[in-house]
């Protein structure tokens, strides 16, 4: 059995998703609580919008999913890699049946 599959994953990962949102809150409440008065923005609010989307992202699909977000997904054949049987070429197939 896989980690996440366990009774207690489920909670533990949307715990985690809301820790991250609350986070997230924090870092908005920094960025936007001492504007630069030079009006100049530094790399250092680049950098906390960076984490405050991170945070977000990663604590609303936590959040949400909680241990769906581990479920596999079956994929439609038009998205899949096919691969040729090694042997004769598409071109060599032509040929032969030409």
Do not use: C
């Not at 998703?17 to 609010?45: E, N, W």
């Not at 950098?47 to 439609?76: C, I, K, N, W, Y």
């Not at 598409?90 to 049946?97: E, G, K, L, P």
Request: glycine residues 6%.
């Amino acid at each position: 059995m896989v980690w996440h599959e366990r009774r207690y994953a489920n909670l533990a990962l949307r715990l985690s998703g809301f820790l991250l949102l609350g986070l997230t809150a924090l870092i908005a409440r920094h960025l936007f609580s001492a504007p630069d008065p030079a009006g100049k923005v530094r790399l250092s609010a680049y950098l906390f919008a960076l984490a405050q989307m991170v945070t977000l992202s990663a604590g609303a699909a936590l959040a949400v999913l909680g241990r769906h977000l581990f479920d596999q997904v079956e994929l439609p054949a038009r998205w899949r890699i096919h691969i040729p049987p090694r042997g004769k070429s598409a071109r060599q197939r032509a040929r032969d049946a030409a």
